[in-house]
């Protein structure tokens, strides 16, 4: 066993104890009550063991969506339960310190004033309400990760784009994750999305799909009704690859989208043309894109799923890079981390070493993890102009 696998086993027991201790024990519960709220937190806390029990994977359970959704509110809940009861304990370990340091005897003072009866309600109360927030945001949570995306719309200019290019729409899906947990109809409704948006091109930056073709296939083939007038490009992701992406790539070109393996499409408009060239993801261990680059026209887009490695592309006379993979973080506070593990790119427009990079915040979101908080899923619409 992995240790990202054992990490995640045992990160959810661990916050249900922190979660008894910090906002069940202080409430003055009869044992019966204390049993039953720790063994029911201890339940909500396993959802890769009952994943990995009855859904044969971990992390990509073959159970019905709802099951998927509402195990990981419970998950969530237990989570956000021990974040905030711990941070409750540490404020109020602060403010019994402060007035013991300005009273020199808060014990006797605060037994004087407020009787046990009333501070115990208090605490009731105060605990409740901190588990109805936590209840709320873990729904929220999952409800946000799931639901179908935004659409962003974003302007880029370049004083070297070819004038014939001039207003150029690209239409960019990243980390759709298709899985058990988002399944054929939110697709569907991806696709609908985009083709409202009647783009020029459809750029697909990697991570299509969690599962292997005879599991996932029905959830994918929504994509082969994507329009658009240049049609629709892709790169891989690593989840491609964890996926079986051998028999995949067959699954893709009957959708229609053009597997840019280091490889390259030319588009033209009349006696103009760019180039959008494809990077495989670096779990190949085959990311060379020189002979994709050799004789394309100047302005070069580059689909490549993770935000990195600027300074290498720029060297190839790449103008602008599409990749995600970084989920935008998907949780505030939580991003600057994923930041700092992708060379500072997390989501949005970035502009180094003569590149433009947009970042994707991500199309679907990952069923073992199928969570976001301050962070929308995101179908972006890129409008290229001459500067």
């Known amino acids: 066993m992995h240790f990202f696998q054992i990490f995640f086993l045992l ?53 019905p969506e709802c099951v998927i959704h509402i195990l990981s509110v419970l998950y969530d809940f237990v989570l956000l339960s021990a974040v905030v009861g711990l941070l409750r304990a540490v404020i109020s370990g602060t403010v019994r310190l402060f007035a013991r340091l300005r009273t020199g005897s808060p014990a006797r003072k605060y037994g004087a004033e407020q009787p046990p009866v009333k501070t115990c309600s208090r605490r009731r109360f105060v605990s409740g309400a901190l588990a109805l927030g936590a209840a709320g945001v873990a729904v929220k949570g999952v409800h946000d990760g799931m639901r179908l995306p935004d659409v962003k719309e974003v302007s880029i200019d370049f004083p070297d784009l070819p004038k014939a290019f001039d207003g150029y729409r690209i239409v960019q899906l990243s980390d759709i994750h298709a899985s058990a947990a988002a399944r054929a109809n939110r697709t569907a409704g991806i696709v609908r999305q ?18 292997p073709v005879h599991l996932r296939a029905a959830d994918v083939l929504p994509l ?53 060239i494809g990077q ?49 973080g998907a949780i505030l506070g939580f991003d ?9 790119h997390v989501r949005g427009l970035y502009r180094e070493n003569g590149i433009a990079l947009y970042v994707n915040a991500g199309t679907g979101q990952w069923a073992g993890f199928p969570t976001r908080l301050g962070v929308s899923p995101e179908i972006t619409c890129l409008t290229l102009r001459r500067q």
């Open 224 to 276: 082969a009704k994507l329009r658009a007038a240049d049609g629709v490009v892709g790169c891989t992701g690593n989840h491609e690859y964890y996926s079986g992406y051998g028999y995949w790539r067959t699954v893709f070109q009957r959708c229609g989208i053009k597997m840019l393996e280091n490889d390259r499409r030319t588009v033209r408009r009349g006696e103009d043309a760019i180039a959008v």
């Open 194 to 211: 985009v083709n409202a948006l009647n783009p020029d091109l459809v750029a697909i930056t990697g991570d299509f799909v969690d599962g």
């Open 280 to 328: 495989n993801d670096p779990v190949s261990f085959d990311t060379d894109i020189t002979a994709a680059c050799s004789g394309a026209p100047s302005f070069r887009v580059l689909l490549a799923h993770r935000p990195t490695h600027l300074a290498e592309h720029a060297t190839f006379g790449i103008r602008l890079q599409l990749s995600g993979h970084t989920h935008g």
């Open 11 to 63: 990160l959810g027991p661990l916050c249900a104890v922190l979660a008894y201790a910090t906002l069940v024990g202080p409430l003055g519960l009869s044992l019966g009550w204390r049993r039953g709220l720790l063994y029911s937190l201890l339940a909500f806390s396993l959802k890769f063991t009952w994943y990995a029990l009855f859904g044969r994977n971990m992390f990509l359970p073959e159970l």
């Open 336 to 344: 600057r981390l994923v930041a700092r593990a992708n060379e500072g």
